[in-house]
């Protein structure tokens, strides 16, 4: 996608959005800012897994023409809630519903904000149909880069990053940049991370934390997964693999800088020494904004960046004995192939286990490095070795969870 070309099929009137996952905070936030422009926007879809209740009352403020529930249950009771509130919305369910709200002929934007391995297969058919979409998942991206990029290409789809600090480096990115292609200009990649709630915390004590500090994270307001993934920094290996893809770099030319105070979102240097960084206040509707309107700006309702009230900027190196998530993810993203994949799965197993109290913080790293050891990477990236290499790393990462749970009843260590 070149910066200084536009979708002229959005250009002109009330542009239509479809929200994979609009009860999460990402959709919450987009709708938040939807809902400032209504001459500009018009929800036509809303999905979320199971939560009903929420995305009833989106659908009643909202409108749209359809709604999709991942869970088939939930969906039958939503739609008892449509059709006794007499709302004239269509409901679906499961894949195949929420193929059916990405390729909707009047939805122009995409936003894709569901967590996990999940959003994959319908991100890629927003992609395979030509939206423009908002990538807030970082998993098909992580997962399956190589696809990604070739399919949004030959379906001239328009991918633009969502996550603040992604979004960040595109607004440092110099005109005329294609996303998935790589600037002679640029040098290094600066991702920035607060250092999550664990910054400061003694070594020691981080086998006894608990979901709930993990997931009170000191500067963003965010979902449980992605919550623990920012406490272990494997939110910012993910993120480191799928700045690769997005802006065409190696991992060597991404460095991860701890910024506590959350301002700078990230950076971008240039070969003449010049480094560009993109500032705001810690609050996920600018990045939307931006996306949504991009080439244009418009009104978050984000409040302005007060500098001397901020005073000053920290940055620290992260701790690789801390946080041993950020070297997996620099050993998959530099071994390529399916490794990605199989790390966001270990992950997402590991860290399902943390929020059920059957494993503890520190046990995270440990699932996923033994899951990485035992898998060999395959260089075939094609969809179906995708999914069927996530599944594997899967059954290898609850394995040995379920087998550290016996040792564990055994008092074995």
């Known amino acids: ?144 880069g190589r696809l990604f990029i070739e399919e949004a290409q030959a379906h001239r789809a328009e991918l633009l990053p969502v996550d603040s600090e992604h979004n960040a480096i595109f607004q440092c990115m110099p005109d005329g940049y294609r996303v998935g292609s790589a600037s002679a200009a640029v040098r290094r990649i600066f991702l ?18 608990s979901p709930e500090q993990a997931c009170a994270h000191p500067n963003w307001v965010m979902g449980r997964k992605i919550s623990v993934d920012s406490a272990t920094l494997m939110n910012k290996g993910l993120e480191l693999i799928e700045a690769c893809w997005l802006f065409g770099v190696t991992p060597e030319q991404v460095e991860i800088v701890i910024h506590p105070q959350s301002v700078i979102h990230s950076l971008v240097e240039y070969l003449d020494g010049s480094v560009l960084a993109q500032l705001g206040n810690p609050d996920m509707r600018t990045p939307i904004a931006h996306a949504l309107a991009w080439p244009e700006r418009i009104e978050s309702g984000v409040k302005s960046l007060n500098l001397l009230e901020v005073a000053h900027l920290d940055f620290e190196s992260p701790d690789p004995a801390r946080f041993p998530c950020l070297q997996l993810a620099y050993q998959a993203a530099r071994t390529g192939g399916t490794m990605p994949a199989i790390l966001n799965a270990a992950n997402e197993v590991a860290v399902q286990a943390f929020l059920d109290h059957r494993i503890g913080f520190t046990d995270i790293p440990r699932v996923i490095e033994n899951t990485l050891s035992i898998m060999p990477s395959s260089q075939d990236t094609q969809l179906g070795t995708v999914l069927a290499e996530d599944a594997r790393a899967r059954e290898a990462a609850s394995r040995f969870i379920a087998g550290r749970e016996t040792r564990v009843r055994q008092g074995v260590t």
């Not at 002109?12 to 209504?38: E, Q, Y």
């Not at 709200?101 to 996990?116: E, L, S």
């Not at 319908?122 to 998993?139: D, F, H, I, S």
């Open 1 to 144: 996608m070149n910066k200084k070309s536009y979708d002229e099929r959005t250009n002109h009137g009330t542009r239509g959005v479809t929200i994979l996952g609009s009860t999460g905070s990402i959709g919450i936030n987009t709708l938040d800012v939807i809902a400032r422009h209504p001459g500009r926007y018009r929800v036509v879809a809303l999905t979320a897994n199971t939560q009903v209740d929420r995305l009833f009352e989106q659908c009643r403020q909202f409108q749209p023409q359809k709604a999709a529930m991942l869970d088939p249950r939930a969906a039958t009771e939503l739609k008892d809630k449509i059709q006794s509130a007499g709302l004239d919305i269509e409901v679906l369910s499961g894949v195949e519903g929420f193929n059916i709200v990405v390729t909707h002929p009047r939805a122009h934007i995409v936003v894709a904000a569901i967590v996990g391995a999940a959003g994959l297969l319908p991100t890629l058919a927003a992609v395979r149909a030509g939206k423009r979409v908002l990538l807030a998942n970082k998993e098909p991206l992580v997962m399956s």
């Open 192 to 209: 920035t991370c607060s250092g999550g709630p664990f910054r400061l915390t003694p070594a020691k004590d981080l086998a006894s934390m």
